[in-house]
């Protein structure tokens, strides 16, 4: 709810429909504006958004699950109906439609119609670029339902990557059709989560990968850091950790029993190091987050 000094989103949306200027463009400061005015509006997914070219009137067919015409575009599907029944959305109200890549446009409701069509005054395009440094988590399987809060959290967050690994004192373990409906879980819950906390470029959610695989990937990073609990091992704090400018940052995260003697040795090979965070030792459905938010705020990315 707004408070005083708030701006009217419905009414400011409007404006940026109406007013902003043609084509694809616009200037840095508009888009900060923009976004900033629309920050709680509710946030729906388009599959892309070829074929629809706001206030150039660009007709033919829109993107998969709606459609665009000369600034208006209809939103249907599951997204439509969670629009319209859900949050059943009124005339005059601000969306944010984004494809979950970067690509967004704000917008204005014009009508909803039965129980999964949304109308949408569509302001202009958008890209937003990828931060950097881009942060990858490796998370180990954690038991139950505790593997999507890891991601919920993560993505709330605003971790770039979440490569699940079954590391070798993992409970769970990932195998024919239990783990493509694990991993469809992970990403299904990305997405929520990308929606809820109003971002527009999600995480990727990538195929799970072995240790030799982890370890080929540590050895591409620009920081390549284990989170070991063990307070006799050779570990620094990852709060003093000497962190780079751009590039690519990769964490892994270990599962309950912690990561192994040999997983270690592998990730050493790779130039990974061994870094812990506080006193406590957090479980591994939470280090994930709380390690992701000391190194956006380290890295300048929540100033």
């Known amino acids: 709810m707004g408070g005083p000094g708030t701006p009217d989103v419905a009414r400011t949306a409007r404006g940026t429909a109406r007013s902003g200027p043609r084509g694809r463009t616009r200037s840095g400061q508009d888009l900060v504006e923009a976004r900033n005015r629309l920050v709680t509006a509710p946030v729906f997914v388009v599959d892309h958004f070829d074929g629809f070219d706001g206030f150039d009137g660009v007709g033919g067919p829109g993107p998969e699950?709606?459609?665009?015409?000369?600034?208006?575009?209809?939103?249907?599907?599951?997204?439509?109906?969670?629009?319209?029944?859900?949050?059943?959305?009124?005339?005059?109200?601000?969306?944010?439609?984004?494809?979950?890549?970067?690509?967004?446009?704000?917008?204005?409701?014009?009508?909803?119609?039965?129980?999964?069509?949304?109308?949408?005054?569509?302001?202009?395009?958008?890209?937003?670029?990828?931060?950097?440094?881009?942060?990858?988590?490796?998370?180990?399987?954690?038991?139950?339902?505790?593997?999507?809060?890891?991601?919920?959290?993560?993505?709330?967050?605003?971790?770039?990557?979440?490569?699940p690994w079954a590391a070798s004192r993992c409970v769970t373990?990932?195998?024919?059709?239990?783990?493509?409906?694990?991993?469809?879980?992970?990403?299904?819950?990305?997405?929520?989560?990308?929606?809820?906390?109003?971002?527009?470029?999600?995480?990727?959610?990538?195929?799970?990968?072995?240790?030799?695989?982890?370890?080929?990937?540590?050895?591409?990073?620009?920081?390549?850091?284990?989170?070991?609990?063990?307070?006799?091992?050779?570990?620094?704090?990852?709060?003093?950790?000497?962190?780079?400018?751009?590039?690519?940052?990769?964490?892994?995260v270990g599962p309950e029993g912690g990561v192994s003697p040999e997983e270690l040795t592998a990730f050493a090979a790779a130039g990974a190091k061994t870094y812990r965070l506080g006193r406590s030792v957090l479980r591994t459905s939470t280090a994930g987050t709380a390690a992701t938010a000391l190194l956006l705020g380290r890295t300048g990315r929540w100033s």
């Open 65 to 163: 699950g709606g459609s665009g015409s000369g600034g208006t575009f209809v939103l249907d599907g599951a997204e439509g109906r969670h629009a319209v029944s859900v949050r059943r959305l009124q005339p005059g109200e601000g969306v944010v439609l984004t494809d979950g890549a970067g690509r967004w446009a704000d917008g204005v409701v014009l009508a909803a119609e039965g129980k999964d069509r949304l109308t949408v005054q569509l302001g202009p395009v958008a890209e937003e670029s990828a931060e950097t440094p881009r942060i990858t988590v490796v998370q180990a399987l954690p038991k139950g339902d505790r593997g999507e809060l890891a991601v919920e959290t993560m993505t709330e967050t605003g971790v770039d990557a979440v490569v």
């Open 173 to 252: 373990q990932w195998r024919g059709e239990r783990g493509a409906k694990a991993l469809a879980k992970w990403r299904a819950t990305a997405r929520e989560a990308g929606k809820q906390s109003r971002r527009v470029r999600f995480p990727e959610i990538a195929e799970p990968m072995s240790t030799k695989q982890v370890a080929a990937l540590l050895g591409t990073a620009d920081l390549a850091a284990v989170l070991h609990e063990d307070r006799d091992a050779d570990s620094e704090a990852l709060a003093t950790a000497q962190l780079p400018g751009a590039g690519s940052i990769v964490l892994v």
